[in-house]
């Protein structure tokens, strides 16, 4: 079965096949490719989305249907709240270009399209499959849908987030204003996440360290504090409940924090690096130092091996590498 497309006209011209999305009695963009391909899908989503604007009507059995009843489901809403906050966010901008369309119909190679629209910023597109790739899973057994489009569409390289390089904390933390850097810290020092470290409050210091409860996992976490959070906490002004405030002691809001943040990041010259990143510097420094995974584990708060096996693996190629060098520098000494 073929999703049904609306307004695309075909033509012939010496022999060649041309399409056209036309509309309103008009053509409004040539739709290159082969039906299917994924750059004339691309180019039909683009211009679609376009003419559809807000007005994207939840027509029974449609993407923009499941989407509203998954929106609704207590798999949704048994999320964190920050969760919710992205798959509400990407499955709202992923049903502007494919809410019409018969949920059933759609295929990894139209996923792949409306993938690759993204490719400007390849952290959106990865996180834009995987969203999409939950919602199919929930609607195979809530709609007894049976296939899956976005499983094993791969995400775009760079969509994963990089760990922060010790040169681009420096610059970092030479801009950024106080209360951004005593976030910016507390994250490096603790391996927590945004939300984690924003919501912390004064009566999270127990023993030396902080006692976290992670809003993603609902995993309580005590992590000691290193000497230099320790100095930080102990001089941060006590304006509330809540340990990490703005310059005016309000609390943060995810919102403003993210502004903020931005504009320090922008200053420094580290566009291509985000917040959650230093999750991953804390865990590789941890790992350098010879930690263990279950160390690590105990740090971070992840939940499976996998993650923390891949920054034990790298730190261990790192050491195996310089003790080669070394070996190497030493042969020749003695040549």
């Given at each position: 079965?073929?999703?049904?497309?609306?307004?695309?006209?075909?033509?012939?011209?010496?022999?060649?096949?041309?399409?056209?999305?036309?509309?309103?009695?008009?053509?409004?963009?040539?739709?290159?490719?082969?039906?299917?391909?994924?750059?004339?899908?691309?180019?039909?989503?683009?211009?679609?989305?376009?003419?559809?604007?807000?007005?994207?009507?939840?027509?029974?059995?449609?993407?923009?249907?499941?989407?509203?009843?998954?929106?609704?489901?207590?798999?949704?809403?048994?999320?964190?709240e920050s969760s919710r906050a992205i798959y509400?966010?990407?499955?709202?901008?992923?049903?502007?270009?494919?809410?019409?369309?018969?949920?059933?119909?759609?295929?990894?190679?139209?996923?792949?399209?409306?993938?690759?629209?993204?490719?400007?910023?390849?952290?959106?597109?990865?996180?834009?499959?995987?969203?999409?790739?939950?919602?199919?899973?929930?609607?195979?057994?809530?709609?007894?849908?049976?296939?899956?489009?976005?499983?094993?569409?791969?995400?775009?390289?760079?969509?994963?987030?990089?760990?922060?390089?010790?040169?681009?904390?420096?610059?970092?933390?030479?801009?950024?204003?106080?209360?951004?850097?005593?976030?910016?810290?507390?994250?490096?020092?603790?391996?927590?996440?945004?939300?984690?470290?924003?919501?912390?409050?004064?009566?999270?210091?127990?023993?030396?360290?902080?006692?976290?409860?992670?809003?993603?996992?609902?995993a309580a976490v005590w992590v000691p504090m290193?000497?230099?959070?320790?100095?930080?906490?102990?001089?941060?002004?006590?304006?509330?409940?809540?340990m990490l405030t703005t310059e005016t002691g309000?609390?943060?809001?995810?919102?403003?924090?993210?502004?903020?943040?931005?504009?320090?990041?922008?200053?420094?010259?580290?566009?291509?690096?985000?917040?959650?990143?230093?999750?991953?510097?804390?865990?590789?420094?941890?790992?350098?130092?010879?930690?263990?995974?279950?160390?690590?584990?105990?740090?971070?708060?992840?939940?499976?091996?996998?993650?923390?096996?891949?920054?034990?693996?790298?730190?261990?190629?790192?050491?195996?590498?310089?003790?080669?060098?070394?070996?190497?520098?030493?042969?020749?000494?003695?040549?």
């Amino acid at each position: 079965m073929r999703v049904q497309m609306p307004y695309v006209e075909t033509t012939k011209a010496k022999g060649k096949v041309y399409r056209y999305y036309r509309r309103d009695g008009r053509r409004h963009g040539r739709l290159k490719g082969d039906p299917g391909s994924t750059q004339f899908l691309a180019d039909y989503y683009r211009i679609h989305a376009g003419f559809e604007g807000d007005d994207n009507t939840a027509i029974p059995g449609s993407f923009h249907d499941a989407v509203t009843q998954y929106l609704q489901s207590p798999e949704y809403l048994g999320l964190a709240e920050s969760s919710r906050a992205i798959y509400r966010r990407y499955l709202d901008e992923a049903r502007e270009v494919l809410g019409k369309f018969d949920i059933e119909q759609i295929k990894k190679t139209h996923v792949r399209a409306y993938r690759d629209t993204l490719q400007a910023t390849p952290g959106r597109a990865t996180i834009t499959v995987k969203v999409i790739s939950a919602l199919y899973d929930w609607a195979g057994e809530a709609l007894d849908i049976e296939n899956n489009p976005a499983k094993g569409v791969k995400g775009l390289k760079g969509g994963e987030h990089q760990a922060w390089p010790e040169a681009a904390i420096d610059r970092f933390l030479n801009v950024a204003p106080a209360d951004i850097a005593a976030v910016f810290l507390m994250a490096l020092y603790t391996g927590q996440r945004r939300g984690d470290v924003l919501s912390l409050r004064w009566d999270a210091l127990e023993g030396g360290g902080l006692n976290f409860r992670q809003q993603k996992t609902g995993a309580a976490v005590w992590v000691p504090m290193h000497p230099e959070l320790a100095a930080l906490v102990s001089n941060l002004p006590k304006r509330g409940t809540v340990m990490l405030t703005t310059e005016t002691g309000r609390a943060w809001s995810v919102h403003n924090f993210r502004a903020a943040f931005n504009r320090a990041r922008k200053e420094a010259g580290c566009d291509d690096l985000v917040f959650h990143g230093l999750r991953k510097t804390a865990a590789s420094r941890l790992a350098e130092c010879g930690c263990s995974t279950e160390e690590i584990k105990a740090i971070t708060g992840h939940a499976s091996d996998q993650m923390a096996a891949y920054y034990a693996r790298s730190a261990d190629q790192k050491r195996k590498a310089r003790n080669a060098i070394a070996k190497l520098e030493k042969g020749t000494k003695q040549q």
